[in-house]
């Protein structure tokens, strides 16, 4: 199985900050990363797909980068609604694996 | 609007069986590749299983392989999990996501709301 690792686990912002966190795969996965958001009782929110791409709808503050085995994601800005848990994702092979999460709080 | 609203989670002694629905609206379900996530109580997200949109072809992590099995009725947009030999650790929210089939990276764009299944005696 191909292993996500995220770091760090969680950080401390403030509104306005920008924020980077990253996901390291335990192989060359190309751009197969896709990265959700996750609030307390909500479901799982798609941000980014295939490493870079922005899901339609999302902010523009939410950027991603990357390829093979490590991957960024950065939030430019940080607003009230953005503090939440962030999940990486490799669909690269099955078992499709997630990161354990960075919580920005 | 997309939606995909669960079903059928609950409290269940550890050994017993329940069978999880996701009834899809929305879209063209028969089209789309569908799955199931969970999270456990102040833990991360686990991938559980998927489906294509013919049933051809099943996959499922290993912590669940020979327990649970993912199935789906086109004609009624609905989705299942039917989950045996329950354990503790399987005590979690519960989530169907639509995996956007056609889109680099198949990435889970759609998701419910989550049902919660406690397993306990």
């Known amino acids: 199985d191909i292993q996500m690792t995220q770091s760090p686990s969680s950080l401390s912002a403030s509104v306005g900050n920008s924020v980077s966190f990253t996901c390291r795969a335990s192989q060359s996965i190309s751009k197969y990363v896709n990265w959700y958001q996750k609030k307390p009782g909500t479901a799982p929110k798609l941000l980014i797909y295939?490493?870079?791409t922005l899901q339609s709808g999302v902010p523009s503050r939410f950027s991603g980068s990357g390829a093979g085995t490590d991957f960024t994601l950065t939030i430019r800005s940080l607003h009230p609604e953005d503090f939440a848990t962030y999940y990486c994702?490799?669909?690269?092979?099955?078992?499709?694996?997630f990161g354990q999460g960075t919580k920005v709080e | 609007e997309v939606q995909l609203v669960e079903s059928g989670g609950g409290l269940v002694k550890p050994g017993g069986s329940l069978r999880l629905s996701c009834i899809g609206s929305?879209?063209?379900?028969?089209?789309?590749?569908m799955h199931w996530v969970r999270q456990a109580p102040g833990k991360g997200l686990e991938w559980l299983s998927s489906?294509?949109?013919?049933?051809?072809?099943?996959y499922y992590a290993g912590s669940v392989e020979g327990r649970f099995t993912i199935s789906r009725d086109n004609a009624k947009n609905a989705l299942f999990l039917q989950m045996n030999s329950l354990r503790a650790e399987d005590t979690a929210v519960y989530f169907c996501?639509?995996?956007?089939?056609?889109?680099?990276?198949?990435?889970?764009?759609?998701w419910g709301q989550g049902t919660l299944v406690t397993v306990s005696s």
């Open positions: 929305g879209f063209a379900f028969s089209s789309f590749n």
């Open positions: 996501a639509r995996d956007a089939t056609t889109v680099t990276a198949e990435p889970l764009d759609y």
């Open positions: 489906i294509d949109e013919s049933s051809s072809y099943l």
């Open positions: 994702q490799q669909s690269f092979s099955i078992p499709w694996t």
């Open positions: 295939a490493a870079t």
